[in-house]
């Protein structure tokens, strides 16, 4: 079946139904509103194509000032009289412009991308920047890994529909020389999984005393949470084994469809680690005294993949619910 642009799943039988919150009785009916069209990409479409067909970044270059400008946005130069530009491949590496910004929290449209970077990537020889994203394959992205003058590569979808997000970046850094040097690199082609986890502090006696009292209040929020018909929406259909490091000790935090629980089973197989020297962190951000995101952020907690700050997010959308209930 071809892809659409609203999937089948999505599009709601006509009906009514009745549900409960905090007492309250609501009425939900199924509606729609919506608008369909098709638009040109008009003069600059030779630019979208060489994106998806040819793994091409195109600019221009004005014959008469030699002003390169990466992406095409013009095709004639606004300070020579208008002449007609020449079309340029660019370089598929470059330096950040500025420190940019990283964004954790999204809309629907973007959520599976977060946590990611967007950036102003001046190619070599260009001298105007492109807007992109970036990622890091070291793990979760934070602050520090991308600032201005960073050098970066592009690495291309695998998958292409001919838009500027066909593309992204990550520190030239991370890669092997190969990988480096390659053109038309492929996100496939990047080792996403295997990273270096960051050292734990040799562990004391009252590192062993601290875990077992965040064991214990984890155990008893997860009781909590497992009574909780917020806190079980919030997790429904999603499935997790997460592998926790701390100093005084590992355990495991377990997802099946709106049932969570602490176990001191080590997963085979987690879907992913998380590693924190103080698991108080951890015990602050599932009861809402504190943000596992910005325990990210601050370096005090770490992931391994980065995709999967979709499931703290979802850990911290249950502490609000837990937190909110307990207020009603």
Known sequence: MNNRVISLDMIPEVGTEKVSQDNQDYLIVNDAMFTFYKRSMGELSAF????????????????????????????????CDFVEMETIEAADMGVMLSTPPITYFANALFQKQVPFGRGRLVLDGADTAVSVNFYTTKGILVPGIVTKGTRMKVVWRDNREGAITDFFCVPASELTPEQVAKKGLLESEIDWDTVVEPELPTATAADGDSF????????????????????????????????????????SISIRDGVFEI??????????????????????????????????????????????FTTIFKLERMARSLARSKKS
């Open 48 to 79: 979208f194509l060489a994106l998806r067909d040819e793994k091409k970044i195109l600019g221009t270059r004005c014959p008469k000032c030699g002003m390169v400008r990466v992406p095409v946005i013009m095709t004639r130069c606004p300070d």
């Open 212 to 251: 077992k009292a965040a064991l214990a209040e984890l155990r008893q929020v997860a009781e909590e949470m497992n009574t909780c018909e917020r806190a079980q929406k919030d997790i429904a259909n999603w499935y997790r084994d997460v592998l926790v490091k701390t100093t005084g000790g590992s355990f």
């Open 263 to 308: 176990k001191e089973e080590i997963p085979a197989s987690p879907d992913f680690t998380m590693v924190l020297a103080d698991p108080a962190t951890l015990v602050n951000g599932i009861t809402y005294r504190g943000s596992l995101t910005q325990a990210i952020m601050s370096k005090d907690l770490w992931i391994s993949k980065n995709a999967e």
